[in-house]
């Protein structure tokens, strides 16, 4: 793993960059459109990845952080007036201050019990939205005006809300987040994640602080799960509770089973294809939660490593 | 009216949600207990309880009491067979992994959701008591058959409790809970054992929305409330205990009547909810339980 | 000289059964030590608390003259308390190399340089034999060889005590012998604290022998006077084929 081919695993990443670069000036409206919020909602996913994937710690509360990203850069423009950077930072504040405290809570139980609980503080998340309604639009969400979405720079301007910007902003954070997860999964510290999701107490027994590691792996999971909710509010523009909820906890699980757990590119292999096969379902059926729930049997059934894990099986054992 | 009566009219209310609720989260720590999964459908089948009482009434029509005397028959078992089929077809296969059966049985409570959406629709649809008798108390009348759903739950967990304690069936089930390998080797049928365990979850919790349905009503995101309310009380309760189950349900049904006459609704999830978190963080044995295992 | 190990009046007790009853233990530095006794005796339940995967119910445990009763096995293992299991527990799904390569890497003062844990690693892996099966994953290594690892994972953690618990447990007779030899080698420069089902092995390797009976110490000498002692022969040595 760690000694293999660092050269081919970075000219993959790269490659996999060069390709979305090139798509933005390829694809129609409707899917350009499309992909920037993939690319966002992949680095969701890549940050979910780190801690189920790599750790093997399986959260159903992820929602939070991304929720925490979301709100901590939405509510930043919307109450308290602040500039785009300002607010991005902000976000990804919000989201690392919520998983150091969640990890220092949940991190004291194991498997369902852990589960459980990161479910429950993910819905007192939810729930504190809807309470703080005068502050945060409750139910309804609220639109982060089009004005506050400028970048200025000197003379220079960005519009956040300008299709090209928005693509390639999104290209960027996803860009950054793949090759930081990337070095990551490949440096000591990465080994000793995979080491701990292997064999926790043997990792205790080779001198390893396991408590430590896992922490900083649930801080580093929710800071990236945040930076995605926190891009979302400023590229998308609006910010909701749905976000926030159960199901937004569920989707990033979905979409890491399904492009392959602990593998780099998996999350965004999965986010894309599901959103593929939701988009050619909606001309039969509007209730997509059903195509959700339907693939999440089947994977967990007959394909638990997911596309990129059963080619790493396979045919391609250096993939990282 | 005067305090007194006020305290016992809520007294009777919460009551009457402690009853259902323990039924229903007798299901799930029953599921837990012996098979150690943790159910995220369980909702479902609550809610797929009251959706059949609806369509089985409603079909069979005439005084209300037969259409609700065949529902509470035929629901339940409609239910359990479901229940059945997804725990041969799914949860066997995942050789009961937990992590790997909670994310199914996320995959089903999506499924059985949207179904029920797609073939019931997202209305709310009442369903009539089979009997209207009102009990005239010296400071008000209160419904009779809210009374007699506390009598019906409490003699279905009486008898699901001798049947835990005093049969082969039961020993059964025990001896699977403490110990499935080695029940296994002294030739009890494990894979029938959870079959049947699982199928029962269920039923109890279909019965469960088959008894609270004529009070309120069937609509097809009615799980999810009672799918939390049942995590808590288990939780609360200590994992796989009945008699820890029992009590955590009739302090919690008790307490969300008092507390949601001081505080928002919102409010009240919100401290419970973490509260509970707080509890399996630092007693994971629950708050009855004792650390045996 | 101060003994690099002692415990005082450790016990641990399971429900009602004492597992380990009131023991008294001394182990000086450059030792290899043998640890034997029927099943059930409390030999690894024993080791388990010196290395701080078990909490002691009562007792001390004093470790190069600091008192580490209440440490947690990760700082225990930084300290110089190694284990290999009892139960082969190398990392199946990764590489020989991985699996030596985490030990390794903690215990590198300099940090940095890749360099270094790949020489860390090979040495290790060369003293036990596994230098060319590095990159097979752990789990298709033969048993004995997955036993090596384990070997090379303690070594690799640079250990001043290493405890092998039934080290030997399912090896040929032909891995025996160079076991043997790996371990005199590690004793030049750690103490070594065996748990041993294998009279030949421990008569061979061992400068002194402490014998568990029913949570206690029966008996402790060097191989000879174990060997001549009447109620270890009864206790122990009588009920072995």
């Known amino acids: 793993m760690s000694d293999a081919s660092p050269v081919k695993a970075y000219a993959l990443h ?7 670069f090139v798509l933005s000036f390829l694809l129609p409206e409707y899917y350009h459109g499309l992909l920037s919020r993939i690319m966002v909602l992949a680095v969701f996913a890549i940050g979910y990845n780190i801690l189920f994937g790599y750790v093997g710690l399986l959260s159903l509360g992820h929602a939070m952080f991304f929720g925490a990203g979301l709100y901590g850069a939405g509510l930043a423009v919307i109450q308290l007036g602040w500039g785009v950077p300002l607010a991005f930072v902000s976000g990804i504040a919000c989201g690392a201050v919520l998983a150091l405290v969640i990890g220092l809570l949940a991190l004291r139980t194991t498997g369902v019990a852990f589960m459980i609980v990161t479910m429950m503080f993910a819905q007192v998340f939810s729930l504190l939205i809807l309470y703080f309604a005068s502050w945060t639009g409750g139910d309804q969400g609220m639109v982060v005006p089009q004005p506050a979405r400028v970048l200025t720079f000197g003379a220079t301007s960005l519009d956040l809300t300008n299709p090209t910007v928005r693509y390639m902003s999104a290209l960027a954070l996803f860009s950054v987040v793949l090759l930081i997860t990337l070095a990551i999964v490949r440096s000591r510290y990465g080994r000793v994640l995979i080491a701990i999701r292997e064999n926790e107490e043997r990792t205790k027994m080779l001198g390893y602080d396991t408590f ?4 900083i792996a649930v801080v580093v999971s929710g800071t990236i799960c945040a930076a995605s909710g926190a891009a979302y509010a400023l590229l998308f523009g609006y910010v909701g509770s749905s976000f926030a909820s159960v199901q937004y906890s569920i989707l990033p699980l979905l979409w890491v089973l399904l492009g392959g757990a602990a593998t780099t590119l998996g999350p965004l292999i999965g986010t894309v294809f599901m959103y593929y096969v939701i988009d050619i379902t909606s001309g039969y059926t509007s209730a997509y939660l059903l195509i959700v729930g339907i693939a999440l049997i089947l994977l967990v059934l007959f394909f638990p490593k997911g596309v990129l894990g059963t080619i790493r099986q396979r ?5 990282p | 009216m005067h305090f007194g009566p006020h305290l016992l009219l809520a007294a009777l209310e919460g009551l009457v949600t402690s009853a259902v609720l323990a039924l229903t989260a007798l299901g799930l720590s029953l599921v837990f207990g012996v098979m150690r999964v ?3 459908a369980h909702g479902e089948f609550f809610m797929l309880g009251a959706v059949l009482a609806w369509a089985i009434t409603t079909a069979i029509g005439g005084h209300p009491a037969l259409g609700f005397l065949a529902a509470l028959v035929i629901a339940p078992l409609i239910v359990g067979a479901i229940a059945l089929v997804a725990e041969r077809l799914v949860l066997r296969r995942l050789n009961y992994n937990p992590e790997a059966t909670i994310v199914a049985t996320i995959g ?14 997202p209305e709310a649809r009442p369903v009539e008591p089979p009997f209207s008798y009102r009990i005239l108390l010296p400071w008000f009348g209160y419904s009779g058959y809210k009374l007699s759903i506390i009598a019906a739950s409490a003699l279905i967990l009486i008898a699901t409790w001798l049947v835990l304690t005093r049969t082969r069936i039961g020993l059964i089930m025990r001896a699977t809970q403490y110990d499935s390998e080695t029940a296994q080797a002294f030739g009890i049928p494990v894979g029938r054992v959870y079959g ?7 039923m109890l919790a279909a019965i469960a929305a088959l008894l609270i349905v004529p009070i309120s009503q069937a609509h097809y995101l009615m799980g999810q409330d009672p799918l939390l309310l049942s995590f808590i009380v288990v939780i609360i309760g200590g994992l796989g205990s009945l008699r820890g189950t029992v009590v955590a349900a009739v302090l919690i049904g008790m307490s969300d009547g008092i507390v949601s006459m001081f505080f928002s609704p919102t409010l009240a999830k919100i401290i419970a909810t973490l509260l509970v978190a707080m509890v399996l963080v630092f007693r994971p044995q629950g ?7 | 000289m101060m003994p690099l190990l002692t415990t005082k009046g450790l016990s641990r007790s399971f429900g009602g059964l004492r597992a380990v009853d009131n023991v008294d233990f001394t182990l000086m530095p450059g030792e290899i030590r043998a640890v034997i006794g029927p099943n059930g005796a409390g030999k690894t339940t024993f080791v388990s ?3 701080g995967r078990i909490q002691p119910s009562s007792g001390a445990i004093v470790f190069d003259g600091a008192d580490i009763t209440g440490l947690p096995a990760y700082i225990r293992v930084r300290q110089g308390i190694a284990y290999t299991f009892q139960i082969t527990s190398v990392f199946a799904n990764l590489s020989a190399y991985d699996n030596v390569a985490l030990p390794v890497q903690r215990t590198l003062s300099d940090g940095r340089s890749k360099g270094a844990v790949r020489a860390g690693v090979m040495l290790a892996l060369e003293r036990t034999g596994l230098a060319d099966r590095a990159h097979m994953p752990a789990g298709q290594l033969s048993y004995g060889h997955q036993r090596l690892l384990e070997v090379a994972m303690g070594l690799a953690l640079k250990p001043r005590l290493l405890i092998l618990d039934e080290p030997t447990q399912g090896l040929a007779d032909s891995e025996i012998d160079n076991f043997i030899v790996l371990v005199r080698e590690i004793a030049t420069d750690a103490t070594v604290l065996l748990i041993e089902h294998n009279m030949p092995v421990v008569m061979q390797l061992a400068d002194r022998i402490t014998v568990f009976n029913a949570g206690k110490i029966l008996a402790e000498g060097t191989p000879e006077a174990i060997r001549e002692n009447a109620s270890v022969q009864e206790a122990y040595l009588g009920t072995a084929p």
Request: proline fraction near 0%; glycine fraction near 12%.
């Open chain 3, 49 to 51: 608390m010196v290395s």
């Open chain 1, 315 to 319: 045919w391609l054992g250096w993939l």
């Open chain 1, 212 to 215: 430590s590691n896992k922490l």
């Open chain 2, 38 to 40: 943790v159910n995220v």
């Open chain 2, 196 to 202: 049947g365990v699982f199928a029962l979850g269920a």
């Open chain 1, 14 to 20: 790269l490659g996999v960059i060069a390709l979305l």
């Open chain 2, 287 to 293: 708050l009855f339980g004792t650390a045996s295992r």
């Open chain 2, 108 to 121: 089903m409570l999506y499924i059985i959701q949207q179904l029920a959406l797609t073939f019931y629709g």
